[in-house]
DNA sequence: CCCTTTTCCTGCCTGC
DNA sequence: TGCAGGCAGGAAAAGG
């Protein structure tokens, strides 16, 4: 599924592509993942004009004039695909914005997306988007003091569980989240009160490390751009390794049932 | 049938 | 004892 590096480099092609386009009709094939009614979706988009797009962990919010917000979570699998005037919209799709110059946004899940559509004066109150943690790869927000805060805070729970928490830090998924863990030596399982002060420095490194890289080429070789093209990261240390030699010791890596996620871990690096 | 894994909700437990 | 908040587990819109 997406999650920060992708999700961000969609919303920085999205604003490139959508700025300026009005929107002329909406196609709404699922309407669960809506928050409001189809009609009520239409009559807040239709004619509003796109301003920017932007992203905060897993979700897009494309700002629109003059007073509309569509916010956009792409779920398990998940696409946002531009089209241009002509170009057919996807079949399997669960929803798309129609542009007045024929150019259209369609968006596609295999599990448990939303697309939402809210005031933008009503966006604070919007539950999911108002309760996102801290933006990681912000230096303002996302400092050793705001990540040790939240340690602190959560020092009950297991470390993977306070990492993947979207109101603690937001847009870290189950993929990101293996590497993070292996770079400290950490067991997801590990208590966040046992992880030591030199682990929470190394730590927090790895999660802007793991994140800034894969941004910077454009996320993960299994994910789509805005235009259908992969990303480029697709060297994993321990994850989706099943049986492999860990790069450090050689040990098998094996994967393990953590709640209800699985952990791909190095039986002796991580504790 | 089993696997993937997001988010919210429920109910239980703990601690004040 | 009672309440509030934390937290684990389950449910929900599929597809390979």
């Known amino acids: 599924m997406p999650e920060l590096p992708e999700v961000a480099n969609l919303a920085r092609q999205m604003d490139r592509e959508l700025r300026g386009k009005r929107v002329a009709g909406v196609d709404v094939v699922q309407p669960r993942c809506l928050n409001v009614s189809p009609d009520e979706f239409g009559q807040l988009l239709v004619h509003a004009q796109v301003n920017r797009v932007t992203s905060r962990g897993k979700w897009i919010f494309v700002d629109l ?81 705001t990540f040790e805060k939240i340690l602190i805070e959560k020092e009950r729970s297991t470390i993977k569980t306070v990492l993947m928490d979207q109101k603690n830090i937001a847009g870290i998924g189950n993929v ?27 730590l927090y490194a790895a999660i802007r490390s793991q994140l800034g890289h894969a941004l910077e080429l454009g996320g993960l070789a299994f994910e789509k751009d805005l235009y259908g093209q992969p990303g480029r990261f697709m060297e994993f240390l321990v994850g989706y390794r099943e049986g492999k030699p860990c790069p450090v010791c050689g040990a ?15 039986p002796t690096c991580q504790t």
């Open 252 to 266: 098998f890596v094996q994967k393990i049932r953590t709640g209800s996620t699985a952990s791909f871990i190095c």
């Open 176 to 202: 990101y989240i293996q590497d993070i863990l292996f770079a400290t030596g950490l067991h997801p399982l590990r208590k966040t009160a046992d992880v030591t002060a030199s682990e929470r420095h190394v």
């Open 65 to 145: 004039e003059p007073e509309a917000t569509l916010l956009l979570n792409l779920g398990m699998g998940g696409e946002a695909l531009f089209h241009r005037k002509g170009e057919p919209l996807p079949g399997n799709r669960q929803s798309a914005v129609l542009f007045d110059d024929g150019s259209a946004l369609s968006q596609h899940f295999w599990w448990f997306g939303y697309v939402h559509a809210v005031k933008t004066v009503e966006l604070a109150s919007h539950a999911m988007t108002g309760s996102l943690g801290l933006d990681p790869l912000d230096d303002s927000e996302f400092t050793p003091d």
